[in-house]
């Protein structure tokens, strides 16, 4: 790592689910690929949670961006639910504990809203990649990069 680097360069938006109240219901950011980075971070952001809501993450995976994804089980740790407002989650994985617990290459972090409904969103961001800068490799919508 070069200390000069900005960490927008040590960083990528690799996928994410816009903020939106939502009713019940699953929701999943799109499939990233592991094979670009080497470690994956996770932020679940809450805004209102109303009617006794609560918010549960995990991940999936799939052996194709599009195709069939399923829980992937294993990990040391699950996330803990959100039941309040303003709260968040950092959930961080490394791409290798995910091969040990049999994922696939693709990965997609799911929210499962139940009991009422939740305004939230999540974004992933990834690390270490396999090819610098990691900005180059921004798979959501980032309008600007400022670097001060």
Do not use: W
Request: aromatic share 6%; hydrophobic share 50%.
């Amino acid at each position: 790592m070069n200390v000069n680097q900005a960490i927008a360069e040590m960083l990528s938006l690799a996928g994410s689910i816009e903020p939106a109240s939502q009713a019940a219901g699953t929701y999943a950011t799109g499939p990233i690929d592991t094979m670009i980075h080497r470690r994956l971070l996770f932020v679940v952001s809450a805004g209102v949670v109303a009617g006794g809501a609560s918010l549960a993450f995990s991940l999936t995976s799939g052996a194709t961006a599009g195709g069939v994804f399923a829980p992937v089980v294993g990990l040391a740790a699950p996330a803990p639910p959100i039941t309040v407002a303003g709260n968040k989650v950092l959930f961080e994985v490394r791409v290798e504990a995910l091969l040990n617990a049999g994922a696939g290459r693709y990965v997609k972090g799911q929210v499962v809203v139940a009991g009422g409904t939740a305004a939230f969103a999540v974004e992933c961001y990834g690390a270490i990649d396999r090819y610098m800068p990691a900005s180059d490799y921004n798979m959501g919508a980032v309008q600007a990069v400022v670097l001060n």
